[in-house]
């Protein structure tokens, strides 16, 4: 992964055309899946930082239509290819970089999914995020974001990959951060352990381990 400090872009630079179908970032967690599974959705969702569709088929499976958003175009490709014919129908894509003004007008989605990307950001950066989230989601309508807490990614010879810039929040420091940055929203909150996962991009392959905290904020 490549970041860009002054304008908190990340890449991955991996060329998803030549990966398999399924996502290189791992497995679907229980813990989200059973969100979704027991959450009403309906309406209008985006899938911000979709990446190579990991969820998007339980969203598709429920809402009326998902718009999946990111900043990576083969990604983006490759979830429409993965995508079945008979949920094609109910998706749309987009190409566009969460850490700046959302293309889309106010009150525009019933729901807002994020899954592991908003832990790369520095609080401000997660904020404004989360600002922007707000501004497009209807009243009543509902953010179901993960946050990755603790993270060890560690190559085979035990040394560790660490991502340039990443602030890596620990879970005791995230938890209040969370709070308050989603204090005018109805909140639940479920924290758990990801598997050890292996993850290989391009040349490098290493385990992933985290925590991870959902939120499941409802707009008032």
């Known amino acids: 992964m490549q970041s860009n400090e002054q304008e908190n872009i990340y890449t991955d630079e991996v060329n998803y055309a030549n990966t ?14 059973t969100l979704l599974e027991r959450t009403s959705i309906a309406g209008k969702w985006l899938n911000l930082c979709a990446g190579d569709g990991r969820f998007n088929n339980q969203l598709l499976g429920k809402a009326d239509e998902v718009v999946a958003a990111d900043i990576d175009e083969s990604a983006l490709q490759k979830l429409v290819r993965i995508t079945s014919e008979a949920l094609r129908g109910k998706l749309a ?7 700046k003004p959302f293309p889309f007008a106010d009150n525009t989605f019933d729901g807002v999914f994020c899954v592991g990307t ?3 950001f ?38 560790l990959w660490v991502v340039e810039n990443e602030p890596n929040y620990t879970l ?28 290989k991009l391009n040349d490098k392959e290493y385990v992933f381990t985290s925590n991870f905290i959902l939120i499941d904020a409802v707009k008032e």
């Open 20 to 33: 398999p179908d399924a996502s290189v970032w791992g497995t679907e967690d229980e813990a989200t899946a």
């Open 93 to 99: 894509t987009k190409t566009m970089n969460v850490v």
């Open 118 to 120: 908003l832990h790369l």
């Open 122 to 159: 520095p609080r401000p950066v997660f904020q404004s995020i989360v600002n922007e989230m707000g501004r497009v989601l209807k009243v009543g309508g509902r953010i179901i974001i993960d946050f990755a807490t603790d993270i060890r990614r560690t190559y085979p010879d035990g040394s």
């Open 172 to 199: 005791e420091e995230a938890l209040p951060f969370l709070r308050e940055i989603f204090k005018r929203y109805r909140i639940a909150i479920i924290t758990d352990r990801a598997e050890s996962e292996s993850v």
